[in-house]
């Protein structure tokens, strides 16, 4: 079958990887020269089933409150005149039930497994390269009773297989000797010994590579500006450089499926929450962490690549602008260098924001509506990494006809 896919960040390459394997001619079209342009460019690059919590919960709408009245590390607010934000908030908003979030939590937790899985396949079967790093998370607090409820609320992870346990300031610097010289200033950590990180770009670009060698084709620079249909079937993909036919499509544009969705009749509620990320070089005398984790007091993640240390903060929720200023990364940074002070060469800081598509429930959203042959993968808010893999091995399951490994009708639309 030729299988026409729209997207070329991770969820999108990792789509055409499983599909192409599958024994399908796949093309991609991006509209971005290289794959990985966009928000797959410059994430956290955790793998964290270890740290999987719905977004959306009573404790986010009490922060989303404050965030109203100020500015915070953590989240901003910026107020739209688009219907389509206000829809998204009143939907994100019910979700933020104890019920809920515990529902959303558990489905969360299980497609990172599976998708871990996955991920560990392909770089079985492919020995693609990504600055992979595997060990474990930490998970700081330098509360005693923060880090108490987060290790009782630890226990959803827990039921759903996840190892996480609470370590004490020691114990961490025992396993990475960068917490050694700040050991008073925690009361201790969670570790998720299965948590891993990598460079989601990376490995979006050289599976990319991996895919042309099996001969999918990419149609890169080329925008998809509508969907031919003919009845309940997509014919044809209508770019500002011409037309794609195929059999089947995959809709794989990250915030920017709703629009593409929506001349098919989609209603995908799908809505960009911004982050800000700084990458720095290591160089041989730098002392950067060696396992990824969060500052959970202040919020920032960070993860190391071998070469560069990322550091990345802020859920911004405002609309679909992705530039930034250096002023947007002073709290960061300094959240940073007192807890890092020689992780890497702070002088020489590469700044970028991108867009996380996020859903009110904040689990993707695969199948198909009307149009029978037009899937979709996309809507994978802060996880899109994580479960990429496993994303598209659903999504090319479904295509084949197949009863996905693991079952997403939950995920489906319907
Ligand atoms: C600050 C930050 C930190 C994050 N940290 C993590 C993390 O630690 N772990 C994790 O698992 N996830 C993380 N994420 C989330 C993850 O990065 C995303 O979920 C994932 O990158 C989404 O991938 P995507 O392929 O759906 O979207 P994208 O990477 O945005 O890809 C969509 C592609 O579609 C193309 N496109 C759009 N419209 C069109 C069109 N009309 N025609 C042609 N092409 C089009 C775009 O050019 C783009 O290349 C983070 C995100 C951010 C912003």
Redesign the pocket.
Known sequence: MRVAV???????VTTAYELARDGHEVTV????ELP?????HA??????PGHAYAWSSPKALKTLLRALLRDDLALRFRVQADPRFWRWCWRFLRQCTNERAAYNTHRKVRLCLYSQERLHRVVEETHVSYGGSQGGALYLYRDPEGLKRAAATAQILRDEGVEVRMVSPDEAARLDPVYEPVRDRFAGALYAPGDESGD?CLFTRNLAEVCRGRGVAFRMG???RAVDTEGCRALRLVTDKGTVEADAFVL?????SPR?GRAVGLDLPIYPVK???VTIPINGRNNPPTLSGVDEDNLF?FANYGDRVRL?AIAELGGYDTSHRPEDFTTLLRAARELFPGAGDYQRPDFWA????MTPDNLPIFGHGRTGNLWVN?G????????ACGSARITADLIAGRAPEHDPRSMMLH
Do not use: Q
């Open positions: 729209i997207g070329a960040g991770v969820i999108g079209v991006d509209r971005r990985a342009s966009e928000t797959s994430n956290a690059g955790m793998v964290a989601a080329e925008e998809v794989a544009a990250g915030c920017h593409l982050g800000y990320s993640a990345t991108g867009l996380r598509p996309a994978h808010g802060h996880m899109g990494w994580t479960w």
